[in-house]
């Protein structure tokens, strides 16, 4: 008897224990929603991460981060965010190659109409615009009234030295632009198109001059090399002329060397004019865009952040 009145003790107890887990463990339904939280809350943190380390200038690691979140979540709908930001990570250090790539791949998963769609091809555009690339930015940007693409495409012609053209699309989008810091600046572009004229380009007359002495000519130009060069080469010319011996060779190969070698120097610093002139221009281009750069027109909505703040 005393027995089988433990034995159905037993029996109750090992019958009440699942009873008593899932009052303490929750159902499997229970552990699964709980555990959809867990993965939840590590794809928020990650998320917020790949963000943080973006904003706080680490793009090397924030790349890294980045793989490491399409690795995890392959098919979330936040991939094309997450290609920008490697975009993004990758120019700001210089890699614009590897930054074009994930611009593209980040455009492929997004509507043509979409605002993600508008600031990957904004980028795509100043990407071939820091690489000199005009042509190719002349045909990205096409016909449009968009206030921004009207304005890379006129920084575009504005580094081509198109000045003219480059005036009339600066005001082209200042005409569009509600922001009145863009029009301001957009101003100032237009000016600096006029002042081009102002340069105080090289004068012919002076470059022959100056080559009356060998290699002045190139020093007007600002041509060091060469003028180091011609000076060199026609002082040991005369040096030879002079201190030669009878023979014939010796006597005229110096003679006819100096003068063609003086000769050419002349010519050749006549010649580099208008590539001193084009140098001048390049050179006033960049200091226009050291202060008013295209970054300036950079400020469109872009998808940056991974988490909605």
Not at 65 to 90: E, H, Q
Request: aromatic residues 16%; contains cysteine.
């Amino acid at each position: 008897m005393l027995k089988r009145f433990f034995f159905i003790l037993i029996m109750w107890v090992v019958a009440l224990s699942p009873l008593s887990a899932q009052t303490t463990y929750g159902t499997v339904a229970d552990l699964e929603e709980q555990w959809k939280e867990y993965t939840s809350y590590q794809k928020e943190e990650l998320s917020s991460f790949c963000d943080f380390l973006f904003e706080q200038g680490h793009y090397e690691r924030c790349v890294v981060a980045c793989f490491r979140y399409l690795f995890l979540y392959p098919d979330d709908p936040l991939t094309p965010n997450v290609y920008y930001k490697i975009a993004r990570s990758y120019e700001e250090q210089g890699k614009y190659e590897l930054a074009t790539d994930y611009y593209s791949k980040s455009q492929n998963e997004v509507q043509p109409n979409s605002f993600e769609f508008r600031a990957t091809k904004y980028r795509l555009i100043y990407l071939n615009l820091m690489q000199g690339d005009y042509d190719t930015v002349y045909t990205m940007v096409g016909s449009t009234k968009d206030p921004y693409l009207i304005t890379l495409d006129g920084y575009a012609k504005f580094n081509d030295l198109k000045f003219d053209e480059a005036k009339g699309r600066f005001d082209q989008a200042r005409r569009i632009f509600k922001s009145k810091e863009h029009r301001r600046n957009l101003t100032v572009l237009m000016k600096a198109c006029d002042n081009v004229e102002k340069l105080p380009n090289r004068d012919p007359v002076k470059t022959g001059l100056f080559g009356i002495f060998p290699g002045g000519g190139r020093v007007y130009l600002q041509d060091w090399i060469p003028a180091v060069g011609t000076f060199a080469s026609t002082t040991g010319l005369a040096i030879q002329f002079f201190t030669g011996g009878p023979t014939v060779i010796t006597k005229w190969f110096p003679r006819i060397a100096l003068v063609g070698l003086y000769g050419g120097s002349i010519w050749g610093s006549m010649k580099g004019i208008e590539f001193a002139n084009r140098e001048r221009e390049i050179r006033y281009t960049k200091r226009v865009q050291e202060k008013y750069g295209p970054i300036l027109f950079l400020d469109f909505p872009e998808p940056v952040n991974l988490v909605v703040r």
